[in-house]
């Protein structure tokens, strides 16, 4: 299983990749690997700024539809516009080409609440 070293994770499965003020946002392998094939993404909130753990869209899958929580609070400035005709992009390259939204961040401290690649990896092998 991929767990890169420079993202910080949530409990929820999401990863941060951050840029200055600005980060990229996902699921992780781990998720898109429970969730199987994924068919649709919506993200409905471009232009919102959302409070850390607020629903941010939906990943749908074969078996499932999941929501998608915002890892810090932030403004949804852009989606990744490929997902619209590719959405398997995510079961592919989950933290590459895959990545859902790209934030503002509002508040910088919260990323220190994140989890690091181990500490996110002893919450899924548990």
């Known amino acids: 299983m991929n767990i890169p070293e420079n993202l910080k994770y949530t409990e929820e499965h999401e990863w941060l990749k951050v840029e ?35 629903v941010f869209g939906t990943v749908e899958a074969v078996k499932t539809v999941s929501d998608i929580y915002m890892p810090v609070g932030g403004e949804v400035i852009e989606k990744n516009e490929k997902l619209d005709d590719a959405p398997e992009l995510i079961n592919q390259d989950p933290y590459g080409e895959g990545w859902i939204i790209k934030i503002k961040i509002t508040n910088p401290d919260e990323i220190n609440d994140l989890l690091d690649a181990e500490g996110y990896k002893a919450i899924i092998e548990k």
């Open 20 to 54: 200055g003020d600005v980060a990229l946002v996902g699921i992780t392998d781990f998720a898109q690997g429970e969730l199987g094939d994924i068919v649709y993404v919506e993200v409905e909130t471009i232009g919102e700024t959302l409070d850390k753990g607020e």
